[in-house]
T-cell receptor, first 113, second 111 residues
Framework: NAGVTQTPKFQVLKTGQSMTLQCAQD?????MYWYRQDPGMGLRLIYY???????DKGEVPNGYNVSRLNKREFSLRLESAAPSQTSVYFC????????????FGPGTRLTVL | KQEVTQIPAALSVPEGENLVLNCSFT??????LQWFRQDPGKGLTSLLL?????REQTSGRLNASLDKSSGRSTLYIAASQPGDSATYLC??????????FGAGTRLFVKA
């Protein structure tokens, strides 16, 4: 039972390059989330997927796209990376079972030069 | 708009001390509040979740309390150990799929 996994762990991009961050969970959760964490700030929600087949914008969606590939997988795409997107990205999942406890992956450290 | 604040930003204590971490939020209409631990370079580990109808939750040496009327939650750590050194994050779910996180308290427990 791996929980929430993310790939890659580290990535360096040049401005304008694109990339996709992958996330998978094996807890059979319906809901999945992408957050970014910047120094001195709390985590901020980029996009979420309430259930398979649905996605919605969070607090900071500009410059990102997402795909809920199936119930297990939720990917985050940067089409044209900018230095302002340098951050640590976390994927999380939860289930609306009365608790909605969120479980997080190990994160992807992204640097955009 | 819900805002979550954690004070202090950093705390250093000697091993064995009991300590309290604070979390305050501006809107008492919450669904739940979750405390996380984050080690350097790692993801978030869920410690305790308190639902809106609850006043406290306990796990081992950890006890979290919730007072919605005053917009406060505390995380009590008993008999602190060097292994407790980490950043502790508080997160408030206001219903729906959006959770607001505090910036965290960085704890250092000296041996």
């Amino acid at each position: 039972n791996a929980g929430v996994t993310q790939t890659p762990k580290f990535q360096v991009l040049k401005t304008g390059q694109s990339m996709t961050l992958q996330c998978a969970q094996d807890m059979n959760h319906n809901s999945m989330y992408w957050y970014r964490q910047d120094p001195g700030m709390g985590l901020r929600l980029i996009y979420y997927s309430a259930s398979e087949g649905t996605t919605d914008k969070g607090e900071v969606p500009n410059g990102y796209n997402v795909s809920r590939l199936n119930k297990r997988e939720f990917s985050l795409r940067l089409e044209s990376a900018a230095p302002s997107q340098t951050s640590v990205y976390f994927c999380a999942s939860s289930e609306w079972d009365g608790r909605n406890e969120q479980f997080f992956g190990p994160g992807t450290r992204l640097t955009v030069l | 708009k819900q805002e979550v604040t954690q004070i202090p930003a950093a705390l250093s204590v000697p091993e064995g001390e009991n300590l309290v971490l604070n979390c305050s939020f501006t809107d008492s209409a919450i669904y739940n509040l979750q405390w996380f631990r984050q080690d350097p370079g790692k993801g978030l580990t869920s410690l305790l979740l308190i639902q809106s109808s609850q006043r406290e939750q306990t796990s081992g040496r950890l006890n979290a309390s919730l007072d919605k009327s005053s917009g406060r939650s505390t995380l009590y750590i008993a008999a602190s150990q060097p292994g407790d050194s980490a950043t502790y994050l508080c997160a408030v779910n206001t219903g729906g799929f959006k959770t607001i996180f505090g910036a965290g308290t960085r704890l250092f427990v000296k041996a």
